[in-house]
């Protein structure tokens, strides 16, 4: 598969790639698709326990590994999935909370669903998402 290119962005992608074999981000042409992203640090990996702190930094985790793969952000995603782990009011809030912050100038398109386990014990929600972005 040379004709794709995967990333992992320095601290817990790296991390990640090494501990889990998965990589936070693949270019395919003119589209980069990320993994799921939880609301750790991305430096340290730490998991803070509230849930709309988690998912703002799920949303930072998201740009960040939009930028390492060479794209722009969210300025660029066009398809956002979110796993909750509970799905509530509080999580469906801070998630647009988020919407209108960082994509201000477009509507992506969004599936929400409740699960009942994520990656680490101490995650309460990932994001993926599908950006469209300039051919190389």
Partial sequence: MSHLNYYAYNGVGERNRAQFWYSQAVRVADRIECSGQGGWDPITGVINPEINAQIDQAFANVDRALKDA?????????RVNSYH????????????????????????????????????????VEIEVVAQVEDA
């Avoid at 060479?70 to 066009?78: C, I, L």
């Avoid at 998630?95 to 995650?123: A, Y």
């Fill in 85 to 124: 782990l509970p799905l509530n009011n509080e999580a469906i809030a801070a998630v647009v909370r988020n919407f209108q912050k960082w994509t201000p100038e477009h509507h992506p398109i969004w599936t929400c669903v409740g699960v009942t386990r994520l990656g680490e014990d101490e995650m309460r």
């Fill in 70 to 78: 060479g794209g722009k952000g969210w300025s660029q995603v066009y």
